[in-house]
């Protein structure tokens, strides 16, 4: 374009624009676009436990479903499962990868779990 004939307005212009007058500054960080997921630990991981108590810990992941509950949700059900709700839709709608593996963490979360949807989190298997 610069190689092109140009007025005397044209090339004022462009010098203007090499000379950085008008261009906006790029933030030092680029914004991150998306959504925001919590952090689903793929294995529960514990020292000075034994070998037993580890493997009955990663088979049934009560223990790690009622850490995520306190630390990310404050211990409200119900946001965890509009999080599995809308994680869901933004991957049918949005068709996002990003929101299948989420849904995906959540439904594998939910599913190896053995002692909660019969004794501690009943209702929220029940929603």
């Given at each position: 374009?610069?190689?092109?004939?140009?007025?005397?307005?044209?090339?004022?212009?462009?010098?203007?624009?090499?000379?950085?007058?008008?261009?906006?500054?790029?933030?030092?960080?680029?914004?991150?676009?998306?959504?925001y997921?919590?952090?689903?630990?793929?294995?529960?991981?514990?020292?000075?436990i034994?070998?037993?108590?580890?493997?009955?810990?990663?088979?049934?992941?009560?223990?790690?479903?009622?850490?995520?509950?306190?630390?990310?949700?404050?211990?409200?059900?119900?946001?965890?499962?509009?999080?599995?709700?809308?994680?869901?839709?933004?991957?049918?709608?949005?068709?996002?990868?990003?929101?299948?593996?989420?849904?995906?963490?959540?439904?594998?979360?939910?599913?190896?779990?053995?002692?909660?949807?019969?004794?501690?989190?009943?209702?929220?298997?029940?929603?």
């Amino acid at each position: 374009m610069d190689r092109a004939p140009q007025t005397d307005m044209e090339r004022r212009l462009m010098e203007q624009l090499r000379e950085d007058k008008f261009a906006k500054k790029a933030p030092a960080q680029p914004e991150r676009r998306g959504c925001y997921y919590t952090t689903i630990p793929a294995s529960v991981k514990h020292r000075n436990i034994s070998a037993d108590e580890l493997t009955l810990l990663n088979l049934d992941r009560t223990s790690l479903l009622e850490t995520v509950l306190a630390k990310s949700y404050q211990g409200q059900e119900d946001l965890l499962l509009g999080e599995l709700q809308f994680s869901f839709i933004a991957f049918m709608m949005g068709q996002s990868l990003e929101a299948f593996m989420q849904w995906k963490a959540l439904v594998s979360l939910l599913l190896s779990c053995s002692e909660a949807p019969l004794h501690t989190r009943t209702q929220m298997f029940v929603k």
